[in-house]
């Protein structure tokens, strides 16, 4: 496999702009806007070139090349600390318990209330892929690396990471949550709200949505329904993000009403599974090895792929495309964990 995980450059806006026109609708993250897309490849950078091992309000952004072709299928993105430039608003679902002595009956509602609870938080996001490459391990690497690059550079990140999943959206690209609350407060339909947001973040929520908390009860039975619940194609992401600790806990996109899940940034998987170690041997045939996901270098020379890696007893041996790939050689430290 010739693929790599590497960070996004300025030349890579045309790339990123065909992908974000192939998401459908949905990606906050990727809207597909130039403009936008420039902007975000050039806080990149910021954040790439920054000397201080410190917490900021950082974006970066990878991209999945054939080094084959030199074709980019994919692409995904870190923040490393949400709610700084704008608060991050989310819902959260809640229930209160009332009781009557006169009816001797006890009533519960569920309720949803306006919170930025998740501020502070870093997050995993802006993950896409070519549908022509959804197999062989490829979703996982542009997953993953992900977290072998938090690992790399804790100190920059936040103890709490969260991701948000699309909600449900109809093949229209309506959402039926949209529709069944926030749409009703404001003249615009779901793709332009998502898309002003993916332009100009969130904060006309806050100026335009009531405060109160709002009783689901009185949302619409399509818009209930979807709470929490991802979009069809989501579904395996989800999969994966619990594969590696994230959960729900009540937490609900306020556009779409898809679900967030959150993990301990020390506590995923990737991240406690991941060993670093010096390339010991470079060869053809790694006999009988497993695939792991293997990284290497620092900031803007950071880079991912799968290869076939055995532990020795001086380091790993790692098989020669994964080598060439990285562009490690022996004696040179590679970060890996099981595919």
């Not at 709490?160 to 926030?182: K, M, Q, V």
């Not at 898309?195 to 109160?212: C, S, T, V, W, Y």
């Not at 395996?236 to 301990?264: C, H, K, T, W």
């Not at 562009?327 to 970060?335: I, L, N, R």
């Amino acid at each position: 496999m010739t693929f790599l995980l590497r960070t996004a450059r300025e030349k890579d806006l045309d790339a990123l702009y065909r992908m974000a026109k192939g998401t459908g609708g949905g990606f906050t993250n990727l809207p597909p806007d130039k403009p936008t897309l420039k902007g975000k490849l050039e806080r990149a950078a910021r954040a790439f070139a920054r000397d201080e091992d410190t917490l900021n309000d950082d974006l970066f952004v990878f991209i999945l090349e054939d080094t084959e072709t030199g074709k980019v299928h994919g692409t995904c993105q870190i923040f490393s600390q949400v709610g700084t430039e704008w608060p991050f608003y989310s819902y959260r679902i809640g229930r209160i318990t009332q009781h009557s002595k006169e009816l001797d009956r006890t009533f519960r509602a569920e309720m949803l209330t306006l919170c930025t609870d998740l501020d502070g938080s870093s997050e995993v996001g802006g993950l896409y892929l070519d549908a022509t490459e959804r197999s062989a391990g490829v979703g996982k690497l542009l997953a993953r690396s992900r977290y072998l690059f938090i690992r790399a550079h804790r100190a920059r990140f936040a103890d709490r990471t969260l991701a948000e999943l699309r909600g449900a959206i109809d093949d229209a690209g309506n959402s039926p949550f949209w529709d069944g609350l926030a749409g009703r407060f404001f003249d615009m339909s779901f793709r332009d709200a998502d898309e002003f947001n993916g332009r100009h973040g969130n904060q006309f929520i806050a100026d335009l949505m009531p405060k109160h908390p709002i009783y689901t009860a009185l949302l619409s039975e399509g818009a209930r329904q979807v709470m929490g619940q991802p979009h069809f194609s989501g579904r395996p992401a989800m999969r994966m993000l619990e594969s590696e600790g994230f959960a729900f806990q009540n937490y609900i996109d306020i556009f779409d009403g898809g679900p967030s899940m959150m993990v301990e940034t020390d506590r995923i998987r990737t991240i406690q599974e991941a060993k670093d170690a010096k390339v010991a041997l470079i060869t053809a045939n790694v006999e009988g090895s497993p695939s792991h996901l293997v990284s290497t270098g620092h900031l803007a020379g950071f880079r991912a792929c799968l290869g076939h890696l055995a532990e020795t007893e001086d380091g790993v041996s790692l098989d020669e495309q994964a080598a060439r790939l990285l562009g490690v050689s022996v004696g040179d430290t590679v970060t890996y964990a099981p595919a």
